[in-house]
């Protein structure tokens, strides 16, 4: 088979065992095709049917390995790809390959990976998620697909004021996620991460934040990644909201203010003021005439699920002192803790005091 005959033919190949085929008529030796881990992805007229894990080894210097009487030769596939795909071409001492036609199958092998996006680059998948952020029902997913796991977050990450060295902000955030995409809306930076793998990165987030002076929104966990742009405007609106309600941190979730956000869009402000738990009104009162402080203690409790010692090492106080202020609490406005619709009715109250900036 010459040039010009394996050109034509692998326009008109479907699936990468057709090309691998292909290609091993046009070397007229076997050849493999594998990734990183030495899973074989497709081969043709190959002996072997798994690739010894030596073969892999990044740091050897000769790429040659022996199987019986042949020699196999190792080409890296792309070296931008997300994946590293290795081409292994056998040859003997009688017949050696041509470096001009292993190179021809590689760039026949890299064009039909590009056209069917078997294993994009980077670049590509930042590109694809950009475009997903703002035309999310005219975008394919399928690049992203492989990348992320049942469920996924979106993270916003943005600059404070003063915030310095942006470029190598930029690069130890795509060092650290890669390779899932990251995509550039003016001065803030979005990107997905595993939701399984967030435990181990929010302290590696917290140090990045806090070192380069940006702070992160990280979203609910979801399944559609098509949805990230609508995830990603929940995350822009947390932020701004915790810049109005003056609890900004470095690292920070959404959930704490999805309450906020619903509360946002009503627009009938009276309604959301006689809503209010009238109770914590006059708590609040009492507190300004007494110098007390009931107001703040029963938030905290209620935030910490009505558990005594929490709430006391919270607020450095000892068990007898909170039991004491808590039974004023209930001495005026007549709580019962262990009715989940009047405890939640207060901590909805509460946001409602913070929203309104009562």
């Not at 076997?30 to 892999?56: E, F, K, M, N, Y």
């Not at 650290?176 to 595993?194: C, G, K, Y």
């Amino acid at each position: 088979m010459n040039k010009d005959d394996l050109l034509l033919k692998s326009i008109q190949c479907s699936t990468i065992d057709e090309l691998t085929d292909l290609i091993a008529a046009y070397l007229d030796q076997a050849v493999i095709l594998a990734d990183q881990s030495g899973r074989i992805i497709s081969s043709g007229h190959s002996p072997l049917a798994q690739i010894p894990t030596d073969w892999l080894d990044p740091t050897a210097n000769v790429p040659l390995y022996r199987h019986d009487q042949l020699e196999f030769i190792r080409n890296i596939i792309n070296p931008m790809a997300l994946n590293t795909w290795y081409l292994f071409t056998s040859q003997s001492k009688g017949y050696p390959a041509a470096l001009d036609q292993v190179q021809l199958a590689i760039r026949v092998i890299n064009s039909f990976i590009d056209r069917y996006a078997l294993n994009p680059n980077q670049s590509e998948v930042n590109s694809l998620f950009s475009q997903l952020l703002t035309q999310p029902e005219q975008t394919g997913t399928t690049l992203l697909q492989p990348l992320i796991a049942d469920k996924m977050v979106c993270v916003t990450a943005t600059p404070q004021a003063g915030a310095t060295n942006q470029t190598a902000f930029v690069q130890q955030l795509r060092d650290l996620i890669t390779p899932l995409p990251l995509a550039e809306d003016h001065q803030r930076l979005i990107f997905l991460l595993n939701a399984d793998d967030l435990p181990q990165l929010q302290s590696q987030l917290n140090q990045l934040g806090t070192f380069f002076h940006h702070y992160f929104f990280i979203s609910e966990a979801y399944s559609d990644v098509s949805k990230t742009a609508e995830f990603r405007n929940i995350c822009e609106q947390a932020a701004q909201l915790a810049q109005q309600l003056g609890t900004l941190t470095v690292v920070n979730s959404t959930q704490k203010y999805n309450i906020y956000i619903i509360l946002s869009q009503v627009d009938n402000a009276s309604l959301l003021k006689n809503t209010m738990c009238s109770q914590l009104l006059f708590l609040q009162k009492y507190d300004r005439r007494h110098h007390s402080d009931l107001f703040k203690t029963l938030f905290e409790f209620l935030e910490n699920d009505c558990k005594i010692s929490v709430t006391a090492d919270q607020l450095h106080l000892h068990r007898n002192s909170l039991t004491k202020r808590l039974q004023k609490v209930q001495d005026l406005i007549a709580i019962n803790f262990d009715d989940p619709d009047k405890t939640f009715g207060l901590r909805l109250s509460y946001r409602l005091f913070n929203f309104l900036q009562i």
